[in-house]
């Protein structure tokens, strides 16, 4: 039985090899070695740091806003590891693992949340889409590019993620209706940290998961631990390859939990309590997997300390390239909508003037 129909949401299993305590499920194996292992892990290290830096620099002043991933590093490391190059990424807002994954240099990546339109510039060969942030409308440009590679004949996927909140959009439903249809090489992932801003999942849909949204569309949905590295790089693997190879798409639902607020903007403390993230907190993703490389006798403070160094140092550099960037002319957010600037863009863009 393939690991689809094993874990049809229907049955109401979740996926999972690594448990919270760093022990292999029984009969599971880890898909990774443990070079690998220790890789990505060092790579959930760098991700965790640049984006509480992110935190800080917003807090300073010196970034607009800021949507931490803090929790969700596993989803985004796990899936972004199953792709192969010519693949392509579509991310929302909360994305810094798997763009930093893909290659994005983290320079650009904070260039653009200073404000900076040139961040969302990805260097030639990076296949990583600019950040969405009209929730879930980049689900319909996945299906698209996924639809005109397979019309061209090329064996490219492509990755898109969103939240649990994005499942209720009406472009969600367009996609995967579209996708369903269409085969298209499409891989959904929905990090279901949970909330959408201050709305909890209980109050997002009646459905009993969300991966089960998969089979009104015709195709494979799953359940995976979305703290689960192992788990999660095994699944979207296995939706990677039977895209390629012509079987469709997948919407894949990962459990996880965000710790940060929504964005900068919000505060947390008002519509979730303590007693609601306490039991989250022994599920955090780099948690398990520190006590599974412990136990292998590939982690210790030593290596912790190293890792650590080594990823301040070049978020130190990140910062500094990424500010020594002149910030454009308030001029180009009005140039470019239209080959020439209308009349009521040139009248905003006098009004913006003056009142600078
Ligand atoms: C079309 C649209 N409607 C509303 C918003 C405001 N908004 C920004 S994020 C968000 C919630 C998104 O929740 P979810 O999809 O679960 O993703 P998460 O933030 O949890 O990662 C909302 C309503 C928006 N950006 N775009």
């Known amino acids: 039985m393939s690991l689809f129909e094993d874990y049809n949401p229907l049955k109401g299993k979740m996926f999972q090899i690594l448990k919270p305590d760093g022990m292999l499920q029984p009969g599971e194996k880890s898909p990774l070695n443990d070079q690998e292992t220790l890789d990505l892990y060092q790579k959930m290290v760098f991700i965790r740091l640049a984006d ?9 002043g010196r970034f607009g806003t800021y949507a931490p991933i803090w929790g969700q590093e596993a989803c985004q490391v796990g899936s972004a590891y199953a792709l192969q190059k010519g693949d392509w990424v579509f991310p929302a807002f909360r994305e810094i693992g ?45 299906v698209g590019a996924a639809w005109a590679a397979k019309l061209k004949g090329h064996k490219v996927v492509t990755l898109v993620f969103f939240g649990d909140g994005a499942t209720s959009k009406g472009d969600f439903h367009e996609a995967m209706n579209f996708a369903g249809v269409f085969k298209t090489p499409t891989i959904f992932f929905c990090q ?16 009993k998961t969300l991966a089960q949204k998969a089979i009104a569309y015709g195709f494979d949905g799953i359940q995976v ?31 996880t939990f965000r710790f940060g607020p929504h964005t900068t903007a919000d ?39 190293r890792m650590t160094e080594e990823a301040q140092k070049e978020i130190d550099q990140a910062v500094k390239d990424a500010e020594a960037v002149p910030m454009p002319d308030v001029e180009e957010i009005f140039k470019y909508v239209f080959a020439e600037m209308t009349p009521p863009l040139k009248e905003q863009l006098e009004y913006l003037k003056s009142t600078l």
Do not use: C
């Not at 509480?52 to 300073?60: E, G, V």
């Not at 279901?192 to 459905?207: D, E, G, K, Y």
């Not at 505060?267 to 955090?284: A, C």
């Open 98 to 142: 798997a763009t930093l994954m893909m290659g994005i240099p983290l320079k650009n990546f904070y260039l653009y949340w200073m404000g900076n339109e040139m961040g969302s510039r990805a260097p030639e060969g990076i296949n990583v889409m600019p950040v969405s942030v009209p929730v879930g409308t980049q689900t319909l440009h996945a």
């Open 192 to 207: 279901n940290n949970q909330f959408a801003i201050s709305v909890p999942r209980s109050l997002q849909t009646a459905s």
């Open 267 to 305: 505060d947390p403390t008002k519509y979730r309590t303590e007693e609601e993230i306490g039991p989250w907190k022994p599920l955090d993703p780099m948690v398990r997997l520190r006590l599974y490389l412990k136990e292998k006798g590939l982690w210790n403070e030593k290596v912790e300390s």
């Open 225 to 255: 631990d979305g703290n689960d590295l192992f788990a999660v790089f095994t699944v979207t693997n296995e939706a990677v390859e039977q895209a390629r190879s012509g079987g469709g798409p997948t919407l894949i639902e990962g459990v």
């Open 52 to 60: 509480q830096r992110a935190l800080m620099l917003q807090r300073q």
